[in-house]
């Protein structure tokens, strides 16, 4: 048996019960170090850890699928949710074991950002840079998101020189493509752990550095939070 978990966005607080119950019960528990480290308390004495980084991913990932194929019970923990920036992750389990596998939703920072910065998914299109392959694609359907008047939240690209995309590119990127440099935007940092959080416009984020832990949102113009009546707050 093979399962991925989202193990959440950084405090075990937010660990699902099903998750943290599926984590105890594993034979083998495997994922990138920071988050095995999430669920650390969870692993029972007896499991195999698997420990993998982005070089080491795919030969690990065999591993483990070995292990599933020979019977024991596999845990595979993702960040935050597996739904959301996870599915090239996801592709390269299921391309190790040679079958689809089943997921287990887990609480996305994503989410913690809805919350901290109360905004409504209903509203809002979620988009990642934290991918492979061409951004060109996810950085145009951001300016059309902006032009359609919906919130956007982003999560940057903090790889190499050559791709990384983060809050201050992207902020740069929008504003030569003409989106207006005013848009209320906000920046958090290592949400549920040690949080920061930066909140201005576009051209003010186009000069500022944050870490890789960060997550972005970019508000319609016309959603500004001094613009909404208090009637209409709830
Ligand atoms: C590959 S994406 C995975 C996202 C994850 N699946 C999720 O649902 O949050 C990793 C990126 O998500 C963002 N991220 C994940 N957890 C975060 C947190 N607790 N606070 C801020 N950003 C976070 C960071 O930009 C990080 O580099």
Redesign the pocket.
Known sequence: MIICI?AG???TGYLTCRGAELIQQADVVAGFDAVVNVVETFIPDAAEVVLMNYRDQTEKLERVAKAHHAGKKCVIV?????????F??LERVERACGHPVETLP????????ASRAKVCFDETTFI?F??RGDLEPFKRHLVNVLNDQRNAIV????WDAARSFMPRHIAAYLIEQGVSSIHPTEV??????N?AEWKGNLLECSELDFS????MLIRCIDQMPSQIEPANQQ
Do not use: V
């Open positions: 989202g966005p950084g405090d993702f960040m935050g949710d597996i739904h959301f920036s996870g090239q992750y887990g609480i996305s920072s994503a989410q913690i950002l990642t934290h991918r999560i940057p690209c903090p958090w940092e290592n949400l549920t752990g949080e890789d832990m960060s997550i």
